[in-house]
C-alpha cells in the first residue's frame, strides 16, 4: 500500500507509490516512444476485464456490467496513488460508497519523521472506446457524457470519510504524464486538503474578508472589461489565459455564475461546459499540434463552507516548457510567452 | 524587459519575460536533439565575445579578459529572467556592485492586478572550458574552482540593494531545461524572498521556537542514526535521499556543521563540498546513464537573521518522472520509488 510522509520541513505530504515502482535500473533505458496501437490496451472494447470492474458505466440498458458497448466507463486504477482499505476493496460500487471507519488516520511517528497510509480513491474515467480520440476529437455530446461521469463520482464520493478533497485531472500525451495512451481521465480522492487547494481556499477566504467579493469573480469582471486575454466565450463560461500565467498557453476556463463546487452545475451548464472545454483543447489541438497537456478542475472541498468566497475552474496547462532548477528552487515560474501573445494566437484559430 | 505578475488569488509572483519569447508556431515543431557539438558554442574557448563581458574569471594572471585561457568564466545571461535597470547595464564588474536605487519597486496596479519590473541579476557559471565535461566528469579540483566561483559572485552581490535573495541552480541536458550544451550554473538575484525558500525559512524558524533546535541538523542526526538513506559521508558533509523524497533518487547534500549561509564556508569545506558533489554526481552519471538533472544551493537570505535556526544544502533531482495533472493541481507530489530503494542503488555503485 502506498503511504504517505511528512517533509519534516516544510511539512509537505508525500505519496510513497512503491507498488508501481519502476527497476532503479530502468530509468536509465531509453524512453520508449507511445505505440500509437490498441493492442493490448486495457481501455479498448473487449478488454474489459483487464480493469478491475467498473464503478460506473453508460452502456445501453439491460447490457451487462463490464462488457462492451458502453459509452463511458469509469474503473478504479489499477496501480492508485490512494487506495481503500484491503477490508473495504470488496464493496466499491457505483451506488454503496465505502464503509466508514473511525481509524483510518493512523498516523505513526519515527523521531522526527511521521507517516500514514495513502487512505483514499483513485478512479480512470475512460472518455470513450475510441483509442484514438481524445476530448478535443470528440463530439460535444460526447465530451458532456465525460462530464456526467466527472459530476457522477464526485457525488457518489463525496460523502466518503476517508476522503478531504476531491480532484480531476487530465494527463494527454506521453510527455505530460499519461502512461496509457487510451484517452482517460483520472479522480483522486485525497485524506487531507492538498497545499495547492488550501492555499487557494485561504487565499479567496482572505480576499473576501477584505473586499466583501468573490475573487474570480472580479477576475472575470476584468477579463471581460479588458478582453485582451479572453480566448472564447460561451452563455456560461469564460476561457482566457490568465493574467499572471506560469506557462505558455496557460488556459482557465471559469464559469460566469458565482459556485463553489463544479459537480453542482446544472444540465444546461454542462452542455456548455462540454462545449466550452472541446472548444479550447481543440483550438490547443490544431494550433499548437496536438501537444501533450495536463489539465484539472478546482472544486470547494467538501467539509469547508465556501460557498460565498470560493469558484470552480478548469487550469489547462499545454507541456511546452520545463519547470527547471530555478522554478524548483524558488516556487516561481519563469514563463517566455505572455499571456496576450497566448491569447491572441489560439483566438484566431 | 522582463517584469513580474502577481497572480491574484493566491499571491504567487511570476516572471514574464517575452525577451526569450520563442514563435507560438515554433511549439508545434518537433523537439530537436541535442546537437553534441561545439560549433558556435558561447561557452567554448574563442567565442568569448559571443557573450556579454566577463564579470569574473579564473585565467592566468596578466591575461586579457574576455580571451581565451580561462578555467571557470562568469558571465551575465544574454536573456535573463531578472535584470539591472539599463543606466546601470554599463557598471558591472566583479569588484564594483551594481549602483544602488531608492525607486527600484515601482509596483503599478492596474484594478485587481499588480506588475513591477524584474530587477535583479541573472548570471552564467561557466565550470570549465570542456564542452562535453558536466561536473561530475571534471576533477575535483575542477569542481573546486566551480565552487570557488559561486561563493564570490555570492558574495560580491550580496549588497545589491535590488537583491533580496540569491539562487544558484544547476541544469543539466535537454529534458531538464538546459538551454546550452556547454556545463554551466545560473545565479539568480531575486527582488524578493521566494516562496518555497519563504516556506522553509517560515517552517525552520517555528520548528526552532517550539524545539530550540535547528531541523536540518535534527535531520542529520536521524540520517546517521538510521543509515538506511545515506549515500555517502565526508568529513563535512553527508549525502542522503531525504525521508520524504518528491522524486526518484532525490538527493540532499547538508553540511555537518549547523551553518545558514553557504557563501560563508571554510576553505576545507569548499575543498570536502567539491569532493561530495561530484562523488554524488557521478553515482548518478554511472547509474542512471548520464539523465538529465537539476539542483539548486538553498542558502539563507541576506535580510533576514537566520543563523540559529537555518542551514543551507543542496536538492539535487533527476530528471525521471514527469510533474503531471495531479501534482500541479494539489501540490503533492507522487515519487514512484522509495528514497530507501533510491539509495541502495547509488550508494552500492
Given at each position: 500500500m502506498p503511504e504517505l510522509r511528512r517533509e519534516?520541513?516544510?511539512g509537505r505530504w508525500v505519496v510513497i507509490a512503491t507498488e508501481r515502482a519502476k527497476r532503479p535500473e530502468s530509468f536509465a533505458q531509453e524512453r520508449r516512444k507511445p505505440s500509437k496501437s490498441r493492442a493490448n490496451c486495457p481501455f479498448c472494447y473487449g478488454n474489459e476485464a483487464m480493469t478491475p470492474p467498473e464503478v460506473l458505466a453508460f452502456r445501453p440498458e439491460g447490457a451487462e456490467p463490464n462488457s462492451s458497448g458502453w459509452r463511458v466507463r469509469v474503473v478504479p486504477n489499477k496501480f492508485p496513488a490512494f487506495t481503500i482499505k484491503d477490508e473495504q476493496k470488496i464493496r466499491v460500487s457505483a451506488t454503496s460508497i465505502m464503509s466508514n471507519s473511525e481509524q483510518v488516520n493512523e498516523q505513526e511517528e519515527l523521531g522526527i519523521y511521521s507517516h500514514k497510509p495513502a487512505l483514499g480513491i483513485h478512479e480512470v474515467i475512460i472518455s470513450s472506446s475510441d483509442h484514438f480520440k481524445s476530448l478535443a476529437l470528440l463530439t460535444n455530446d460526447e465530451v458532456e457524457l465525460v462530464i456526467e461521469a466527472y459530476c457522477s463520482r464526485l457525488l457518489a464520493v463525496k460523502d466518503d470519510p476517508m476522503v478531504q478533497h476531491l480532484l480531476i485531472i487530465v494527463n494527454h500525451g506521453n510527455e505530460a504524464g499519461a502512461s496509457l495512451e487510451h484517452p482517460h481521465s483520472q479522480l483522486f480522492g485525497m485524506p487531507m486538503i492538498p497545499p495547492v487547494m488550501a492555499e487557494e481556499i485561504n487565499c479567496a477566504s482572505s480576499y473576501f474578508g477584505k473586499k466583501g467579493r468573490c475573487i474570480f469573480c472580479d477576475i472575470l469582471t476584468e477579463e471581460l472589461k479588458s478582453g485582451e486575454r479572453v480566448i472564447s466565450e460561451s452563455e456560461h463560461f469564460l476561457s482566457f489565459s490568465p493574467y499572471a500565467a506560469r506557462q505558455p498557453f496557460e488556459t482557465w476556463i471559469v464559469p460566469k455564475?458565482?459556485?463553489?463546487?463544479?459537480?453542482?452545475?446544472s444540465l444546461e451548464e454542462k452542455k456548455d461546459f462540454a462545449f466550452i472545454l472541446k472548444d479550447t483543447l481543440s483550438r490547443v489541438y490544431k494550433g499548437l499540434n496536438d501537444p501533450p497537456y495536463n489539465f484539472y478542475i478546482h472544486t470547494s472541498p467538501k467539509k469547508i463552507d465556501t460557498r460565498k468566497f470560493y469558484h470552480w475552474h478548469v487550469e489547462i496547462f499545454p507541456k511546452l516548457s520545463i519547470q527547471a532548477g530555478f522554478e524548483m528552487g524558488s516556487g516561481i515560474m519563469i514563463n517566455v510567452t505572455s499571456p496576450e501573445e497566448s491569447t491572441k494566437f489560439l483566438r484566431n484559430l
Open positions: 519534516p520541513v516544510t455564475k458565482h459556485l463553489a463546487n463544479f459537480e453542482f452545475i
